[in-house]
């Protein structure tokens, strides 16, 4: 009696388990059902699309174009001094004066008072009234159109660095959607691996109530089990994490319902590529490559905008008005002229801010022909990591299929009698082991895609 109710235990044990994960199929069946959706559908997303949703909503991106916005806004400061400046002011003052202060010396007749104290005396105040308007405008400033140039060539560079800013937040986001990828990957290996754990506990138990069986192997397949479900347990934590990394990449609401329309096994598999083609592309295309040049662009345009201070700088000014000592009897007066402005010494100030915008600019430089050698260099590295993972992707599938035959054959053995549970179990590690080698495989090929079209500045053509 007390064997039977053993019995009964332990079965109800196994049937909990199976229940446990034909739930966990069932959930990842409807996840994998949500997944079916028509691509680009809000929460819907293939790994093209996460790309070019991180080009126009990732907070890098936006900041960049809002340095673009503030270059542009600069441009307009810089012109302000090519164009004309008009003021206008109306005016009513009261002022008085010190004769002596005058220089004037009027003559009067012999024996007769001077007509001011020589002393000097304070007369007024004199009250006026002044409407006035000036204008005046630059005719050849040869400073101001270099500082115009200068300025539209930060520009430049600031529209690059955003190109660079998007290209940097396309790459972050397909590293985030092949994690979310991997991460959904391993948690149906291990939904796999249980399930078929719990079927060795029931046949096991099956073995053990006909008498043929052992409660060794009960034991050891319900250790398996449980060993099993610790690793699912684990997988959906690093499922459910990863979802909220990429929702953090894309800038989008953590509480926003994502379905992946890809897996890593959809995803294109790329034919092998001419090695000097893709390195000239990557030297012609990429965005980083293109910010360093237009920053060395800039920098030099400040250094020619700094020397062109020299040059004599020619404007007019005019100014004219109505004046009076009362508004009823106002008198029109102006003012104009041409004005010559020839720098001539100022402490050596300009010539060292030359030679320090000089060497900030082949500081760049240097700098530029660096990230050229590293560009050459990340290319070839990443046809190396396709080609290598291309062969462990073959390699681990391979290695998979003679797992699973593993498994089988012990299965029969072990249903037959013929075996215990331990073959079984062996042979259910190894194919543990080989589904993640598989996933593992294929994430490192997804990944060297990756690497490869950021490193020919490709990366948001990728579907």
């Given at each position: 009696?007390?064997?039977?109710?053993?019995?009964?235990?332990?079965?109800?044990?196994?049937?909990?388990?199976?229940?446990?994960?034909a739930?966990?199929?069932?959930?990842?069946?409807?996840?994998?059902?949500?997944?079916?959706?028509?691509?680009?559908?809000?929460?819907?997303?293939?790994?093209?699309?996460?790309?070019?949703?991180?080009?126009?909503?990732?907070?890098?991106?936006?900041?960049?174009?809002?340095?673009?916005e503030?270059?542009?806004?600069?441009?307009?400061?810089?012109?302000?001094?090519?164009?004309?400046?008009?003021?206008?002011?109306?005016?009513?003052?009261?002022?008085?004066?010190?004769?002596?202060?005058?220089?004037?010396?009027?003559?009067?007749?012999?024996?007769?008072?001077?007509?001011?104290?020589?002393?000097?005396?304070?007369?007024?105040?004199?009250?006026?009234?002044?409407?006035?308007?000036?204008?005046?405008?630059?005719?050849?400033?040869?400073?101001?159109?270099?500082?115009?140039?200068?300025?539209?060539?930060?520009?430049?560079?600031?529209?690059?660095?955003?190109?660079?800013?998007?290209?940097?937040a396309?790459?972050?986001?397909?590293?985030?959607?092949?994690?979310?990828?991997?991460?959904?990957?391993?948690?149906?290996?291990?939904?796999?691996?249980?399930t078929?754990?719990?079927?060795?506990?029931?046949?096991?138990?099956?073995?053990l109530?006909a008498?043929?069986?052992?409660?060794?192997?009960?034991?050891?397949?319900?250790?398996?089990?449980?060993?099993?479900?610790?690793?699912?347990?684990?997988?959906?934590?690093?499922?459910?994490?990863?979802?909220?990394?990429?929702?953090?990449?894309?800038?989008?609401?953590?509480?926003?319902?994502?379905?992946?329309?890809?897996?890593?096994?959809?995803?294109?598999?790329?034919?092998?590529?001419?090695?000097?083609?893709?390195?000239?592309?990557?030297?012609?295309?990429?965005?980083?490559?293109?910010?360093?040049?237009?920053?060395?662009?800039?920098?030099?345009?400040?250094?020619?905008?700094?020397?062109?201070?020299?040059?004599?700088q020619?404007?007019?000014?005019?100014?004219?008005?109505?004046?009076?000592?009362?508004?009823?009897?106002?008198?029109?007066?102006?003012?104009?002229?041409?004005?010559?402005?020839?720098?001539?010494?100022?402490?050596?100030?300009?010539?060292?801010?030359?030679?320090?915008?000089?060497?900030?600019?082949?500081?760049?430089?240097?700098?530029?022909?660096?990230?050229?050698?590293?560009?050459?260099?990340?290319?070839?590295?990443?046809?190396?990591?396709?080609?290598?993972?291309?062969e462990?992707?073959?390699?681990?599938?391979?290695?998979?299929?003679?797992?699973?035959?593993?498994?089988?054959?012990?299965?029969?053995?072990?249903?037959?009698?013929v075996?215990?549970?331990?073959?079984?179990?062996?042979?259910?590690?190894?194919?543990?082991?080989?589904?993640?080698?598989?996933?593992?495989?294929?994430?490192?090929?997804?990944?060297?895609?990756?690497?490869?079209?950021?490193?020919?500045?490709?990366?948001?053509?990728?579907?």
């Open positions: 009696m007390d064997h039977m109710t053993s019995t009964n235990y332990r079965t109800q044990r196994v049937g909990i388990y199976l229940a446990v994960a739930a966990l199929l069932m959930g990842l069946a409807r996840a994998a059902s949500a997944q079916q959706g028509t691509p680009g559908d809000p929460g819907h997303l293939t790994l093209g699309e996460a790309i070019r949703l991180a080009t126009q909503r990732s907070a890098g991106v936006q900041a960049a174009a809002a340095r673009v503030q270059a542009r806004a600069r441009i307009e400061q810089r012109r302000a001094d090519l164009l004309p400046n008009l003021s206008g002011i109306a005016q009513q003052a009261g002022r008085s004066f010190n004769t002596a202060t005058l220089g004037l010396d009027f003559p009067t007749a012999p024996g007769a008072a001077p007509f001011f104290d020589p002393r000097g005396q304070v007369i007024g105040p004199v009250n006026t009234v002044d409407f006035r308007a000036r204008v005046a405008q630059t005719l050849f400033d040869f400073s101001a159109l270099g500082r115009v140039r200068a300025a539209r060539a930060v520009e430049g560079a600031a529209e690059a660095d955003a190109t660079a800013a998007q290209d940097l396309a790459g972050q986001a397909a590293a985030a959607y092949l994690r979310a990828l991997r991460s959904d990957a391993q948690l149906r290996a291990r939904i796999a691996d249980s078929l754990a719990a079927e060795l506990v029931g046949v096991a138990q099956d073995q109530k008498g043929v069986g052992v409660g060794l192997d009960v034991t050891r397949a319900q250790s398996q089990l449980a060993l099993l479900r610790a690793q699912l347990i684990a997988a959906r934590n690093d499922r459910d994490r990863a979802s909220l990394d990429l929702r953090r990449v894309l800038s989008i609401p953590l509480t926003t319902p994502l379905a992946l329309v890809d897996s890593l096994g959809s995803l294109q598999v790329d034919t092998p590529v001419n090695e000097q083609a893709a390195v000239d592309a990557a030297l012609r295309q990429r965005p980083d490559l293109r910010a360093a040049e237009a920053q060395v662009n800039a920098a030099r345009e400040q250094v020619k905008a700094i020397r062109s201070e020299r040059l004599p020619v404007g007019i000014v005019a100014d004219e008005g109505l004046i009076g000592k009362t508004v009823s009897h106002l008198l029109p007066t102006y003012t104009w002229g041409l004005q010559l402005s020839l720098p001539v010494f100022d402490g050596f100030r300009r010539e060292s801010r030359v030679r320090e915008q000089q060497a900030a600019a082949n500081e760049i430089e240097v700098r530029s022909r660096d990230l050229r050698e590293q560009a050459s260099v990340e290319v070839r590295s990443a046809i190396l990591d396709l080609s290598a993972a291309r462990q992707v073959a390699a681990a599938r391979e290695r998979l299929t003679l797992a699973e035959l593993e498994v089988s054959q012990a299965r029969e053995r072990f249903r037959a009698g075996s215990g549970s331990a073959d079984v179990i062996t042979a259910s590690l190894n194919l543990n082991g080989a589904r993640t080698l598989v996933i593992d495989a294929l994430t490192a090929y997804q990944q060297a895609r990756v690497s490869f079209a950021r490193a020919t500045g490709s990366i948001a053509q990728l579907q």
